[in-house]
């Protein structure tokens, strides 16, 4: 029989529906040595939210996060909030001896990253940072062949990611627009994951270049469209970076890219081989090898939907794609395993933190003109 | 509040994990006048049934179907079995009163179908017979675009469903290479999903040319695998068609096209536009329209994944992609609706004998090398 | 130095500019034995013609194509004519010792077809059909991946030619239209490509089922568009197929896929590998190998223009994509080595007149809707 | 009647070849006031000039090109030489009276490139810089997309050149590895085709930042293998830019991309539509409209062979694609009617110089770590 460990879920958004979907069918997919147990959904506007813990199954509500960390039927913090709330509540967590399951970006400010991490290891809980798309099949199998050796040295990373929800001047200055809730624009919000990948698949980061630009500056206020107001986060950042293996790569992340909705895109150049991958079609992966025949070369298509593939023959049989809320399935079976094992997670808070060194290098290095080496 | 209706499901193989996922997920996802109760799985093998109930929160077990439609805790029965048990379960469910929703194909024979069909009239129950592919995203939003009238007249539907598990001639002689237990093979197993999507998506056929193949005669005998025995269905299966509407089809199913998994392909050619489809790529629709400029015409690559596309909104934001299961939870939340209004469902037992029927004269033709009227 | 071949062009409309292109540029990218000399064009229109002749080079003009048999100055004749006067000139041409290089379809009728075969062979000269996508880059490749065993034994062909030039009801009756001028529609034109690289690349076929359609049966008349005539020929052609080799095929032939302009495709499937290949991307190849390790087995996506594709290393570097009118400098380069060396060249006038009879076998069979054997 | 106009050809490899097919094909698929005579090509190695010359029908050889230059049967030097040779011959071919055609990148150095505008704007002739890939049918047909506003204002340009020929550590130091005969690698051979598209399409740029890298510091000489010597230039150089118009772009230019055998791609991002392009795939453009219906926006793979498309007319009928080498005898196509017309001809050498000021700046910010105007 597995343990029952019992989680609270913070957020009832976007995120907290992908999270308590993930939650929810890790059990019936996967075979753990533990599995969830729904305990408790947290949140501000209580008829929402007891609308979404009886549609999602989760046994009980509490509007106050403090309340949560004070329980002691819950094992699990799992933070699905935007990141200006991760800090305070991960840290509480953290010395609440709560494992902490937390979304990225890991927080608003290096400081804040940094706090988060110590909290962590400090208090000797399991602490994972939800870069899921590290768990997309195609990535998975990336680094599969990565691992094999299949690429050789690697010497280009080439990432985007590219939405258009902003190109419309009537879209209002919701928070992701203002400093104070987000920090950053995509910088923060897509090129961690772009970065997030590119440390799991190609290893370290030394130096930045970063070149970021507001093409709208003034947008209609959401209280109200008939006054606007600044624009305080960059549309776009574009950025270009050494490896300390020797590669070199650049990063795009912007939110004026009509015909691309949610498009993460990575190629991957090494000594012998090559990858390239697209989040759209996330079941899928372009690999080039150089062993094969002259005649025969060139990138193929493989759908990572075999049972030899890793987690893939936890679902459905070969040619049966899964889709984006899969990953944070993947994400929970990794965390929870960690969790029972006692071993660690990965990515965890330092992962997530170095993601956001890199980032922030990023921002200074578009601030100055100047390349930035990242500490 | 939304009412309860209670589900059997019997079967708890492949078929039955898809249909328990699409039960367990649709009430988190669909808001729907009646939400279901997973109430009694049944199954033969009660070890595995118990271990299969408790995964997916089936409150009973039972082994015997008809101690389950006994039971007046059951409103709809699920019949996820092989084809060869579809009809006397159907039609003891539909006599006593249960909703059925069905996998595909129909049935074994025309006789056990036009059964079905009598009994599901007769007793005036919902019935649904599990062509899913008409929910995937793009093919949803296929019917939409030849409903809005883009595509014109049709002329052309070409249809190919490849899969390549019996390349190896080890593969041994299962249930699906029997006449008794499959009675025909891709001809029944995968050209019923190709011919429905045509039915739907063109409309009637009323003759057609087949050519069947078996590649392989022999195979390893399950129980002994040191003896073999004869295949008794067709390895491939290819068909052409004259549709009601003056347009002509082809269509191909074969389970030996190495590189295709489950690779279900059309192409619809009219007099304004065309569409393409990839079931690997269930989200994507390809369109041409002569309506755009002539400097500017060609297939649009359509990520069926916007708030604008029929269920779409129910799931991610535009551009995260949803996987094969998801068509389930379409499916079931057609078919729970249809219950709740008591209106009827589409596909229903008729549209699955409809498809039985072409694919029955195909055989004849293959037998008869005759070109063959649909009855 | 290289001998000179004295070279006579029927015809000088499409054909004849892709023929004159071809003599032209052959020497300049091919290192052959021989090198042809444009001599004489031979055309009705003495003033379209004498503008041709100069545009491309040719020495001097003749309006009667039997005046161009009797000179002793011409060496090979080369018909880029409608296939309604195929016949009549290759005999004559063959009979007055002339080499013959002929367009495809190799003729109207069986009976015209044997006629040139009989007088060919009976004459010792070098005959050749144009079948040009033979030459292709990516079908060269298929053609040497299968020789090298890397498909294995072939079960499935897949093929089809698309194009879109008469889906507007207003286009008019013009020749291709009319069984005097090209006895068939698409089943003649474009199957004839779509079985020649069948036979070329898998072999050859012993029964077809076809099914033909004219979807719009009156037209406007070219002479006066006020008034209509009937349409004579199939609008589309679908084909099935049994191969000598136990393999099954398909093919279609339309001119009323709207988003197609020239689309010719294929996909081979075997025991041991895959192929696919269309003719608007015709430097490319689709590639599944059985043999590549399990979890990275995929399509591989190959540009024939490596220097060790054959023709390639003729051309520019590797990723230099060549075009269309390429493949006809391919056609005559092996023409011309034949010519220099004695040897024969395929595809030959036995070669066409193969193609024709599968053809004709399916027309018979799109009437009396029986399978038909292939005599 | 059209008028003759002599050439000269400086060059006979490479280069050499695409300039001769093109100066021989151009009269043939266009109809210009003039028409391009064979005059003379110029070379040292006498024996291979005199092969090269009889192949493509060169009237004679010079092995000096002062005595080219001397000539007065020649209207037009054409420059197919390396880059360090182009300087000294288009200044004294210009100073000479001669219209001159020069391969790209215009010069090693702006001082160079400065001086060759100047001779060439003093001397009144039409000058040309050969960055044939405008003339591509999918680049012609994106730069008319975007001249008829279909993109609006354009936010985003992502392109990449992407090459493979140096992953081998044994490929030989040759002279495009040298500064004195290079200047430098990838910025200056692939990026200059990179930034001429961006300016083209764009427009001009403000500022850049540029990180370049050398894989490999030391490669076999070319005239003793067993002896190594210093690779001079960057193997891949990655940029950022600003556009005067407000656009923000990356670059990247790379001769280690395994995989890529002449890949060069380019997306551009507007606030009404979007485009995307691949030299592999030379005739296709994506093409993305805001314009389309919401239920079917999507990227159009737009096939540029139609007679409606610039230059398409002049070659095949619909669906036939174009290859490499096509897009000389565009260019040669344009020159000539400059010259006979008296007007300008674009890209010329003004435009070719703007793109050394942009690469040169490029490599001041690679060796600075900073941000750099370009003048």
Redesign the interface.
């Known amino acids: 029989m597995s343990r029952p460990l019992r989680i609270a879920l913070l957020g009832h958004r976007?995120m907290g529906r992908?999270h308590?979907?993930a939650w929810?069918?890790v059990?019936?997919f996967f075979d753990l040595p533990v599995h969830p147990v729904l305990q408790v959904a947290c949140g501000r506007d209580v008829q929402a939210l007891q609308e979404f813990a009886h549609?999602?199954g989760w046994a009980g509500i509490e509007t106050d996060w403090r309340r949560v960390l004070e329980r002691d039927d819950v094992d699990i913090v799992d933070i699905a909030l935007p990141q200006h709330l991760h800090a305070e509540v991960a840290i509480a967590a953290a010395q609440a001896g709560k494992h902490v399951f937390c979304e990225k970006p890991l927080a608003m400010t290096l400081g804040e990253g940094r706090a988060m991490v110590d909290a962590a290891e400090a208090s000797g809980i399991v602490h994972y940072v939800n870069h899921n798309y590290r768990l997309a099949p195609a990535v998975v199998?990336a680094r599969?062949?990565i691992d094999e050796g299949?690429i050789g040295e690697i010497?280009?990373w080439?990432g985007?990611y590219?939405?258009s929800w902003l190109?419309d001047p009537a879209f209002p200055l919701n928070w992701k627009l203002r400093q104070a809730t987000a920090y950053a624009g995509p910088q923060w919000d897509l090129n961690s994951h772009n970065v997030d990948l590119a440390l799991h698949l190609v290893g370290d980061i030394t130096h930045v270049?970063c070149?970021t630009?507001t093409?709208i500056p003034e947008r209609p206020l959401e209280e109200d469209p008939a006054r606007s107001g600044p624009v305080e986060v960059e549309d776009?950042a574009?950025m270009?970076a050494?490896f300390a293996c020797?590669a070199?790569g650049?990063f795009?992340a912007?939110r004026?890219?009509?015909?691309?909705?949610?498009?993460h895109t990575f190629?991957i150049?090494?000594?012998?081989?090559?990858l390239s991958w697209d989040?759209?079609?996330?079941n899928r992966l372009q690999?080039?090898?150089?062993d094969?025949p002259?005649?025969?070369?060139?990138?193929?298509?493989?759908?990572a939907?075999?049972r030899?593939?890793r987690y893939a023959k936890n679902?459905?049989?070969?040619?049966?794609?899964?889709?984006?809320?899969?990953t944070f399935v993947h994400a929970v079976a990794d965390f929870l395993t960690a969790v029972a094992t006692g071993g660690p997670a990965r990515p965890d808070f330092r992962d997530g933190l170095r993601v956001l060194e890199i980032l922030e290098a990023g921002l200074r290095s578009a601030a100055s003109?100047?390349?930035c080496a990242v500490p």
Chains 1, 2, 3, 4 share one sequence.
């Open positions: 976007f992908a308590s979907n929810s069918q059990s019936r549609r999602w199998l599969q062949l299949r010497r280009h080439r985007a590219q939405q190109v270049s070149l630009r093409f776009a574009l270009m050494d020797g070199v650049s795009e912007t004026f890219a009509l015909g691309r909705r949610n498009r190629e150049y090494g000594s012998k081989g090559a989040l759209e079609d996330m690999f080039f090898s150089e094969d002259p005649q025969a070369r060139g990138f193929r298509n493989l759908l939907t075999e030899i593939h679902w459905w049989p070969p040619g049966h794609i899964i889709g984006y809320e899969h003109g100047r390349k």
